[in-house]
């Protein structure tokens, strides 16, 4: 991702960089990329919905077959659902999540992931936990580089990113739509950071546990560490 400095100038006149911006034609290759991965994880996942028996890999595989956002959906879907705060579900709540989320799996199939994760048999799932369990696999070097293009977003470090922190990182100047008047600074940074977001139900908030569940989606259609390693350096100018 090609990236210009933001400078300040000091009282003698010398520039200081302040960060690095992401510059449109960047932002754009980053996305370009990202959706090269989104059809390979799709196509993957998708077959994996037909063939595999294991409860966790089923679900998993019906989730990201929607793409890297699909896992952090299902997660909303059931966060809405937690009226008292308690942040469990219980079988009910459980398969009511799913089906309001539109994923087409058997009763029974359904019936076989709860049994999974109800491990204690205490007849209710803690979702955080369960997320984490559904999240496809990732090590370790992955995830830091993923914690690292986090932080980098998260401008104000308050744990979020929203608009006000890629105005910071985003150059959206030679954006076609910014300069045809069509759409606002705003605007053209509220689609960029949409692409992080779960189809559907965008509220143009990105927390770092959803940054790392759309990145470990993208993960498992990366096999190589060294290709994610160089992926993410470059997308996110990770030195």
Known sequence: MRAAPLRSTRPDGRGVELCRVVSYEGATAKMAATSRLEKVLKRKFEDLKRTTKDPIELLRAHCLARGAAGIKGL???????????NRKLDK??????IHDYGLDIPNDAVDRMFSVFDSDRSGSVDFEE????????M???????VRRAFKKLDKTGDGVVTVEDLRVVYNVTKHPKYLS???SEDRCLGEFL????????????????EFMNYY?????????????????????KLT
């Open 75 to 85: 997660g909303r879907a059931f966060r809405i659902m937690d009226d008292d705060g």
């Open 130 to 137: 369960f997320l984490r369990a559904l999240r496809p696999p």
């Open 92 to 97: 009910k709540e459980f398969k009511k999540g």
């Open 139 to 145: 090590t370790e070097c992955r995830r830091s580089l």
């Open 194 to 209: 949409s692409s992080f977001d779960s189809p559907g139900d965008k509220d143009g908030i990105v927390t770092e546990e």
């Open 181 to 183: 008047g069509e759409w």
């Open 216 to 236: 470990s989606g993208l993960s498992a259609s990366v096999d190589s560490d060294v290709y994610f390693d160089l992926m993410m350096r470059n997308a996110w």
